[in-house]
């Protein structure tokens, strides 16, 4: 029973977002007809505009064809390409897809490399902790700026942007990467502070087993957790596209939404939230029941 309230309680989280885009893009001044038209439009070449794509149906039926395009995954035509919103976004996400796969290996590399820095630098503790969150405080669009004025102007070893080949990758995943690995890291640290205390720990380090088998010892002991901060910085890592593939030019979904926003195409718009917020409250699902495998505990 649980199961089918973890999906229902999906479903409406989509739901809400969905609902809630609609109607902030209702409230936002401006006419997405006038826009399309352009500014020596007539009234009727306006009205005609605003008749081809629904927009002269009242509000409620439009948001109830919202969501009946959400349920079926069609939301029509683009307002300015005249693609299908399908057609656009699949490879978008495509290349988000790639994108996050690269940031979450960098990521956990990153990441253990922080956790191995507390391990095994104990008194400088402190230290590391305060470096951390100096680099963890950048923000993205400027840490993205940086990355292309040192690897790309100076050093010229990357490209500056778009996705032509798997280079391309680098840059924009190293920058979503750092804030995330920073986070990791520390959860790891204090994830591991209770079992590295625990009898358990000390059993297998009386054994003298070198120090990689205890970091495996480790990882399995707070499997669960680590699976959980993952599920939690999915979020942060879909936003953080948005603003990462619009400095790099990525062909993602992130600056795709960007695009929409900016145009007022409203059928792309709904399709990528849609979008982003499935994959965000699917991937937290899938983490939250992988997390209840490696702990029964956590079932309830």
Not at 5 to 20: C, G, H, M, R, Y
Not at 117 to 138: G, N, R
Not at 256 to 280: E, H, K, M, N
């Amino acid at each position: 029973m649980r199961i089918l309230s973890d999906i229902f309680k999906a479903i409406l989280t989509i739901f809400f977002v969905l609902t809630s885009i609609f109607f902030i893009i209702e409230a936002i001044p401006g006419d997405p007809a006038e826009l399309l038209g352009g500014e020596r439009a007539s009234r009727e070449e306006i009205e005609k505009i605003r008749k081809e794509f629904g927009l002269d149906k009242p509000l409620l039926e439009r948001y109830k064809n919202t969501l009946l395009s959400a349920i079926k995954f069609d939301f029509g035509h683009s307002f300015y390409t005249k693609q299908k919103v399908r057609d656009i976004i699949i490879p978008r996400l495509k290349n988000t897809f790639l994108l996050a796969i690269t940031t979450l290996v960098i990521t956990f590399f990153l990441a253990n490399l922080i956790f191995i820095l507390y391990i095994l630098f104990k008194k400088w503790e402190d230290a590391i902790t305060i470096l951390s969150t100096i680099v963890w405080s950048i923000p993205n669009f400027w840490l993205g700026v940086i990355f292309i004025i040192l690897f790309s102007v100076k050093l010229r070893l990357l490209p500056v942007s778009g996705f032509e080949n798997p280079k391309s990758l680098i840059l924009p995943s190293l920058t979503l990467s750092i804030s995330l690995s920073i986070v990791l890291g520390r959860f790891l640290k204090n994830l591991s502070e209770d079992f590295i205390k625990s009898d358990a720990f000390l059993f297998i380090r009386s054994k003298g087993v070198g120090f990689t088998r205890e970091l495996l010892h480790i990882t399995k002991a707070i499997s669960a957790g680590i699976i959980t901060v993952i599920g939690l910085q999915a979020g942060v890592l879909l936003s953080g596209t948005v603003i990462t593939e619009t400095v790099f030019s990525f062909p993602g979904i992130g600056s795709l939404t960007v695009q929409a926003v900016l145009s007022r195409d409203l059928p792309l718009l709904y399709g990528c939230v849609f979008s982003i917020s499935s994959i965000w409250v699917l991937v937290n699902f899938v983490a939250d029941k992988l997390a209840q495998i490696f702990d029964p505990r956590l079932k309830g």
